[in-house]
Nanobody, 124 residues
Framework: QVPLIESGGGSVQSGGSLKLSCTFS????????MAWFRQAPGKAREGVVA???????NYADLAKGRFTASQDRAKNLFEMRMNDLKPEDTAMYYC??????????????????WGQGTQVTVSS
């Protein structure tokens, strides 16, 4: 499996912004979707945004209007800009790659390649 390496997490105040990056040596073989997930302590992992290999993007409701994802296939880069961050956005954020039948599918079990995560902490 191709390692996925996240970066860009940190601590910000409510209303602040961060940009997360996921880098990889090559687009994961036999995978057609990349996504950002997050997991807060004591909570289940939840999908944030998925980008299909074609470029189609699907945002979870929690991200709509505040988060913007993009991919640069030439640079092997998958990014997510997060604006207007709230304390409830505090979580470990993970980059993942998987195979989906429906572009934009954010069900975690479809993703089998995961990064180590980057912590985002938002204070009020």
């Amino acid at each position: 499996q191709v390692p996925l390496i996240e970066s860009g997490g940190g601590s910000v105040q409510s209303g602040g912004s961060l940009k997360l990056s996921c880098t990889f040596s090559e687009y994961p073989a036999n995978r057609n979707s990349m996504a950002w997930f997050r997991q807060a302590p004591g909570k289940a992992r939840e999908g944030v945004v998925a980008i299909y290999r074609s470029g189609l993007i699907n945002y979870a409701d929690l991200a709509k209007g505040r988060f913007t994802a993009s991919q640069d296939r030439a640079k092997n880069l998958f990014e997510m800009r997060m604006n207007d961050l709230k304390p409830e956005d505090t979580a470990m954020y993970y980059c993942a790659a998987g195979i989906v039948n429906t572009p934009g599918d954010l069900r975690a079990f479809l993703y089998d390649t995961w990064g180590q995560g980057t912590q985002v902490t938002v204070s009020s």
